[in-house]
């Protein structure tokens, strides 16, 4: 099985900065992609951020300039350095890795942390 433990949300004034991180664990042979999502409330989940292995990223312009996405591919682990905050970014932020299980398996398979909150409020 695979787990993704997700940390460093919280409670942050407007323009204060978090990061993010995901640690993915588990039956892995390699990870094509992870990434951060959103979801406030009454919304649907929307992209914040993935980077593929490689290192190409995909920011959402609505955060263009302020997060930015980074992976240690050593550790399964992923980065959200998120600055200049603004009330808007409040939402549960869940990561999201594309995993390939096995070396004779080209089939990814998509999991999902449990989620952390953040909030920006003064």
């Known amino acids: 099985q695979v787990q993704l433990v997700e940390s460093g949300g919280g409670l942050v004034q407007p323009g204060g900065s978090l990061r993010l991180s995901c640690a993915a664990s588990?039956?892995?042979?390699?990870?094509?992609?992870m990434g951060w999502y959103r979801q406030a409330s009454g919304k649907q989940r929307e992209l914040v951020a993935v980077i593929i292995s490689g290192g190409s990223t995909n920011i959402a312009d609505s955060v263009k300039g302020r997060f930015t996405i980074s992976r240690n591919n050593t550790k399964n682990t992923v980065f959200l350095q998120m600055n200049s905050l603004t009330p808007e970014d409040t939402a549960v932020y869940y990561c999201n890795a594309k995993i390939r299980k096995e070396h004779w398996s080209r089939t990814t398979w998509d999991y999902w942390g449990q989620g952390t909150q953040v909030t920006v409020s003064s």
């Open positions: 588990g039956s892995i042979f390699s990870i094509n992609a």
